[in-house]
């Protein structure tokens, strides 16, 4: 299915975002000079600075020593960005909690708490699990998503939301494919 831009919005690049900023009369006139000086229009400037700021800027300088390394977003776009909504949450959850909203954060913490949305092992009768990437289950997440907002907002109570049960604790191998097409 084909995505469309809405009539008479003109025409739109599905490549970027418009941002709209304000600058002092100075520092516009100051970027509007180091855009000439490089033949690049305001615009691509910014985008050029921004892009390069961010491979250098720190996304978790506050934290403390212990809880984990600084990392620049650069280091992280990998891993920070994806198309879904929810795997940019999931991954912002665990790579830098300190950045969420608090919309996220009520997001997170329907997730955080549900075990059915990590890998984890039954002990005496209860799921027991880590909170990290590697035991996510991101399908779930994107399964349950409109679910989880719903509940975040108000929408609907937490019972619509899956809870893990011996069956659903233990993943289901991948099948792989046979080789051969059956005719």
Known sequence: MAIKAPKGSG??????????????PRLNYLCELAA???????SSFI???????????????WREAGYGEHTTFGEAAE????????QRLVSLALIAPELMTFEEQ???????????????????DRWQYNVNLSSIIRDRV???????????????????????TEK????????????EIPF
Request: net charge negative; charged share 35%; aromatic share 8%.
């Open 11 to 24: 025409s739109k690049l599905g490549r970027t975002e418009t941002v709209s900023i304000r600058l002092d």
């Open 36 to 42: 000439r000086s490089q033949r690049r229009t305001k």
């Open 47 to 61: 985008e050029s600075m921004l892009a390069e700021q961010i491979q250098t800027l720190v996304i978790n300088k």
């Open 79 to 86: 891993t920070l960005w994806h198309v879904r909504e929810s």
């Open 106 to 124: 009520h997001v997170w913490a329907l997730i955080e708490e549900n075990g059915y949305f990590w890998l984890g092992r039954w002990e005496k």
């Open 142 to 164: 994107d399964e349950h998503w409109d679910s989880l907002l719903a509940v975040a907002l108000g929408e609907k109570s937490g019972e619509v939301l899956p809870k893990v």
């Open 168 to 179: 659903s604790g233990k993943l289901e191998p991948k099948q792989e494919l046979d080789d």
